[in-house]
């Protein structure tokens, strides 16, 4: 079946540097990739997706890159802030998958002022 | 509109007790899903209804039950339930077509003594 591998499970950075959080998946036929941002007691909310046909995607402090060939996608934050503090997944699906996503297991990222 | 709603937020069962956990969402979504989500684990999913009519098994669907009511509901039930089963529970909508995100709701705790 379809596997996300996620790393790291947590990352530390002082406020101002970059973050960066990698997944690899398994599934060749998958050219969907979401990710994830989940406040403490809070539900998941979508920051930014990439889809098969693009290999990178910026919306303002954040970019994600895709490598179809290597499998793999990863989420940078630039300028990081206290408040970008959370837990972080990345998820793949689309193909045949009915619109089922299957999620990393999370990235705990802690932003120190 | 309200998104994805479910009901309870909270709540506590003895083992061998039986819960329906219900979600409801008002933004006219084919696809809908039940995740959970432990520890350290990532989001699991335990059930999917692609459209209405239809409900299919996830990765971990033992022990658990659903019922895809109508387009806006979409109903897991716990029969006998076990302290492995204390999480948080998390549903999620969909719309068509393919490669677009997940919508969350704010998720039920619960626990299972």
């Known amino acids: 079946g379809e596997n996300v591998e996620q790393h790291p499970s947590t990352l530390s950075v002082q406020e101002g540097d970059s973050a960066v959080i990698k997944c690899t998946y398994s599934?060749?036929?998958?050219?969907?990739f979401p990710w994830y941002k989940q406040e403490l007691g809070k539900r998941p909310q979508l920051i930014i997706d990439?889809?098969?046909?693009?290999g990178e995607k910026k919306d303002q402090r954040i970019a994600v890159t895709l490598n179809k060939t290597a499998k793999h996608f990863s989420l940078h934050i630039t300028e990081t802030q206290p408040e970008d503090s959370a837990v972080y997944f990345c998820?793949?699906?689309?193909?045949?998958?009915?619109?089922?996503?299957?999620f990393g297991q999370g990235t705990i990222l802690t932003v120190h002022p | 509109n309200a998104g994805v709603t479910q009901t309870p937020k909270f709540q506590v069962l003895k083992t061998g007790q039986s819960m329906t956990l219900q979600c409801a969402q008002d933004?006219?979504?084919?696809?809908m899903y039940w995740y959970r989500q432990d520890p350290g684990m990532g989001l699991r999913l335990i059930y999917y209804?692609?459209?209405?009519?239809?409900?299919d098994k996830g990765e971990v669907p033992n022990g658990y039950n659903v019922s895809r009511l109508n387009k806006r509901e979409f109903s897991l039930r716990l029969e006998s339930a076990a302290p492995s089963q204390t999480s948080v529970y998390f549903c999620?909508?969909?719309?068509?077509?393919?490669?677009?995100?997940?919508?969350f709701g704010d998720g039920t705790r619960l626990s299972i003594l």
């Open positions: 999620a909508s969909r719309p068509v077509p393919e490669n677009q995100p997940q919508h």
């Open positions: 599934d060749s036929a998958s050219n969907y």
């Open positions: 990439i889809r098969s046909n693009v």
């Open positions: 998820a793949e699906g689309g193909g045949t998958s009915y619109g089922k996503l299957t």
């Open positions: 933004m006219n979504h084919n696809s």
């Open positions: 209804s692609a459209s209405e009519g239809t409900t």
